[in-house]
């Protein structure tokens, strides 16, 4: 049995603390915005360091809930690989906020897809142009496919009673899981309905 | 068919005790560790019965069903097929799930509960191209784990759980994986009920 990951913690911790803190009401209504960042974590394989990230997000806000569900698409520009991810989180504003920045953390799922080119590392013997392992004991690595990861999120929004449509926001992510990221992301939000 | 589906649920909402409710649970899942390849994805949906059993306590009854990609390590089933033939392995899991949600006073948008499952997984082993090294393992599957449920409108909820599976294998067989295998499993979706209204706080004697 391999041993229970401690990013499980993480999860359980803030469910709970949303749980037990007061819950105040977010706004009822939907925002669409394009976000872009930064992914800082090395890897030779999958990705740069450093590689540029670009993207959209939904979030919506419910009636009877404090939480805001993010919808999120980011595709990581990567020389001769495919690399995006699909995500869903829920965020929750912290209750320090400021007159007009919002604090907020979050936790989701990211479902990551990934694509080497067939000539690179990774590639299984068997497959047109692959490489030969290092030795007979090496397994052979996906050259393609998908992956499920833990997304944990922290963040600020700028929410400004006179500039009510435009929201911009700065927030990091922590992607946990078979493909680690960190990726440091700005964008703007706009409110399409709601209040 | 859709329109017995449809017919078969209006039956159910109408002929429901007023305080019971009719979920569905569409989620996707992700192994986090155990005997089985980790971090690796599914996705499920679950229809469950709940009704009010003791003050702030239901008492849940839910069809669970699950496929789960990639399912075991190719270490761990590679004596299956002769070397440098890639196996696959799939999953599908049926369980029937008792759920007891607990309301909390102040606050009964959230729902903890804790799940108990009984129910069966079914192993494929494929191997592309051919037929030849097809196979499935039926195994005896218990579950249990804790969850957390969350409305967010009168119809519309998050629901997200922590399950350990354990599955019981018959050694005496031979084909499939080899001995018992257990693994931890988190599922995370959006939930649908009926009929609409918000949760009501059971400890209370308040109507909602």
């Known amino acids: ?195 | 068919m859709r329109a017995a589906f449809f017919a078969a649920m209006g039956v159910i909402c109408i002929a429901a005790p007023a305080n019971a409710e009719l979920v569905l649970w569409p989620h996707l899942d992700a192994r986090l560790a155990g005997d089985v390849e980790p971090t690796r994805g599914g996705a499920g949906v679950a229809v469950g019965y709940f009704l009010p059993a003791w003050r702030g306590v239901l008492v849940g009854l839910e069809l669970d069903t699950t496929w789960n990609g990639h399912f075991f390590r190719d270490e761990d089933v590679a004596f299956l097929v002769p070397e440098g033939v890639d196996l696959n392995t799939d999953a599908l899991v049926l369980m029937g799930n008792l759920v007891v949600p607990v309301s909390i006073p102040s606050a009964p948008i959230w729902r903890p509960y804790a799940i108990l499952g009984l129910g069966m997984t079914r192993a494929f082993f494929t191997v592309p191209g051919t037929e030849k090294y097809d196979s499935a393992q039926d195994s005896l599957t218990f579950s249990t784990g804790v969850g957390m449920m969350h409305q967010l409108t009168r119809l519309l909820g998050l629901r997200a759980d922590v399950r350990y599976q354990h599955a019981f294998v018959d050694e005496q067989r031979s084909g499939g994986y080899p001995k018992d295998y257990g693994f931890w499993n988190v599922s995370v979706g959006v939930m649908f009920q009926l009929p609409l209204g918000r949760w009501p706080d059971r400890w209370s004697s308040k109507p909602p």
Not at chain 1, 15 to 39: C, I
Not at chain 1, 165 to 186: E, H, K, N, W
């Open chain 1, 1 to 195: 049995m391999r041993p229970f990951p401690f990013w499980l913690v993480v999860v359980i911790s803030f469910g709970l603390s949303t749980a037990l803190a007061p819950t105040a009401r977010a706004h009822t209504g939907t925002q669409v915005g394009a976000r872009g960042g930064v992914q800082l974590l090395d890897d030779d394989v999958l990705r740069d360091q450093y590689a540029a990230s670009f993207g959209g997000e939904v979030r919506l806000s419910f009636a009877l809930s404090p939480l805001i569900v993010a919808l999120s698409f980011d595709n990581y520009f990567v020389t001769d690989r495919t690399l995006f991810q699909v995500g869903a989180s829920a965020l929750y504003d912290l209750p320090i906020r400021h007159a007009f920045l919002y604090p907020y953390v979050g936790a989701g799922l990211g479902l990551t897809r990934f694509a080497l080119p067939e000539t690179g590392a990774g590639v299984s013997p068997e497959e047109p142009g692959g490489s030969e392992p290092e030795s007979p004991a090496t397994p052979a690595t996906d050259s393609n496919g998908m992956r499920t990861g833990l997304n944990l999120v922290g963040g600020l929004r700028f929410d400004h009673l006179e500039v009510s449509l435009v929201r911009p926001f700065a927030q990091i992510t922590l992607s946990v899981g078979p493909i680690d990221m960190l990726t440091v992301t700005a964008g703007v939000l706009f409110e399409l309905e709601g209040r």
